[in-house]
């Protein structure tokens, strides 16, 4: 009897968050190659699309009568989906989180948390969005059978927001299988239209993402560098080059761009002589993972997540507020770039960490999970 993993890709077919696209594609393509004997994968998806073009080698991919939007909305509420029992697992909280019996039909349901911005900054958001994640969340502790996160302080945080007991887990996310500079990369950037060698970092204008400390830091450091800065949703760049301005920093060094494909983004990342993490949000920082895996010098303020990701990977920053959280990034940008045996070593560092991060692993995790339940 073959055991079926019925994982949730609604992200494939209607995508809302270009990172959640990219994690749930890999994950499930890793689930797919990891499988073990006597399993496959099946998805579970929204109307429209076609997430098999994605995922080769699922078993299958199982429809809802409902579109994305539809979908989302019925399982707000919690009402019936269509899309019925089994191992479910969601790389978000986008799953049918109703009454199921785990004991006696093998149903299970896992969702996963990536970062806590619906708690902590909810005005980042649209009230509706919001009002989704945290109702999803109270239905999680009602009915999920285990909640996964990325790290154990991610966990612990969210422990504190919902009475989630012992079905907290714990398993990292990663980049992209196969993630690394392509051959092309100086092509893909002259598309691009980015220099070479610049100080990189990630975000837009929200608070949360702390792009006003980073690039104060580049202007605090002293580096007379380019700077580029990725994952800028579109029509929030005016804003991003009004805090550059507030910072100092001149017009002409700076390049803002926005959500890339994970060959041009590794193609950034190959010019790149360090890369700048001011955010202490509790969220997954995916593009320090980005910056590990290829040997990008790592250069983040001190939080809980930064501390268990990075750890020896990077120099990370502690202060006590904005202003000297800027300094201190700044003056540890410019020792890592002071010299290029200093260079060398933070990307030699960083490239050692980057090795523990891997969708294959997180795969095998997600498989033991739910032969546990």
């Known amino acids: 009897m073959v055991a079926t993993l019925r994982v949730v890709l609604d992200q494939l077919v209607a995508p809302t968050e270009p990172i959640l696209a990219e994690a ?34 699922l078993a299958g991919v199982r429809r809802t009568a409902l579109a994305r939007r539809e979908l989302a909305a019925a399982m707000q509420l919690g009402v019936g989906t269509g899309i019925g029992g ?9 799953a049918p989180l109703v009454r199921h019996d785990r004991l006696h039909d093998n149903d299970q349901t896992v969702v996963t948390v990536w970062d806590l911005r619906p708690w ?5 958001l649209s009230r509706s969005a919001v009002g989704w994640y945290r109702a999803m969340l109270k239905r ?6 285990a909640v996964v996160t990325p790290t154990h302080s991610i966990a612990e945080r ?12 714990v398993i990292a996310g990663a980049s992209p299988l196969g993630f690394a500079v392509p051959t ?12 070479e060698g610049f100080v990189l970092l990630a975000g837009g204008p929200v608070a949360s993402d702390a792009l006003d400390v980073g690039l104060a830091a580049v202007v605090a ?10 994952d800028v949703e579109d029509g929030h760049e005016p804003a991003v080059a009004d805090l550059a301005a507030a910072a100092g920093l001149p017009e002409r060094r700076l390049h803002v761009r926005g959500a890339l494909a994970a060959e041009d983004r590794a193609a950034v990342f190959g010019a790149a002589l360090a890369f700048v993490a001011p955010s202490r949000l509790t969220g997954f920082p995916w593009r320090v993972v980005d910056a590990l895996t290829l040997g990008v010098p790592v250069i983040a303020a001190e939080s809980a997540v930064h501390a268990e990701v990075v750890v020896d990977g990077g120099t990370v920053v502690k202060a006590a507020d904005a202003s000297s959280l800027a300094e201190g990034l700044g003056a540890a940008l410019a020792a890592g770039l002071a010299t290029t045996s200093a260079a060398d070593r933070l990307a030699v560092l960083a490239g050692d ?21």
Do not use: Y
């Open 24 to 57: 749930s594609r890999h994950l499930a393509r890793a689930l797919v190659i990891g499988a073990p004997s006597g399993c496959d994968v099946e998805a579970i998806a929204p109307s429209g699309g076609d997430a098999e073009l994605s995922v080769p080698g």
């Open 86 to 94: 089994g191992m479910i697992h969601s790389p978000t909280l986008f």
């Open 120 to 124: 902590e900054s909810p005005g980042e």
């Open 140 to 145: 999680a502790v009602r009915f999920a059978d």
């Open 158 to 169: 969210l422990g504190e927001i919902a009475p989630l007991g012992d079905r907290l887990r």
């Open 184 to 195: 092309d990369e100086v092509g893909r950037r002259r598309e691009l239209n980015l220099p």
């Open 221 to 230: 450091s002293g580096v007379d560098l380019p700077v580029v800065v990725i």
């Open 353 to 373: 960490r980057g090795r523990a991060f891997s969708w294959r692993e997180a795969a095998d995790k997600v498989w033991l999970l739910h032969a546990e339940l």
